[in-house]
Nanobody, 127 residues
């Protein structure tokens, strides 16, 4: 099973930007649907963005639409999440996830749709 590792988390002030990266351990990555989820303290893990295996289909939660951009580079076995105009409510642990399901991205917006997870990276946004 491919190993996923997130990086790029940290602390930023509101309205700032961060870019998260997820690196896969092998290039089987290019055939997987990928996603970012997040979990804030005391809350359930929720989807942030999903990108299908070709990169041609994406899905964003309403909370981040217009501010975050998901992308993938199959040549480098990496996925990124560019986060702009960050808000205090974006504070959470962000997780990278993958699955072999090839349905369109909007159909894969649930935690149960993904079988493989990274350990997470913390994002803190101060007001």
């Amino acid at each position: 099973q491919v190993q996923l590792v997130e990086s790029g988390g940290g602390s930023v002030q509101a309205a700032g930007s961060l870019q998260l990266s997820c690196t896969a351990s092998d290039f089987a990555f290019r055939s997987y649907t990928m996603a970012w989820f997040r979990q804030a303290p005391g809350k359930e893990r929720e989807v942030v963005a999903v990108i299908n295996y070709t990169g041609g289909s994406t899905y964003y939660s309403d909370a981040v639409k217009g501010r975050f951009t998901i992308a993938r580079d199959s040549g480098k076995a990496t996925m990124t999440l560019q986060m702009n105009n960050l808000k205090p409510e974006d504070k959470a642990v962000y997780y990278c996830a993958s699955d072999k399901d090839r349905r369109p991205a909007y159909m894969l917006a649930s935690e149960s749709d993904f079988s493989n997870w990274g350990p997470g990276t913390q994002v803190t946004v101060s007001s």
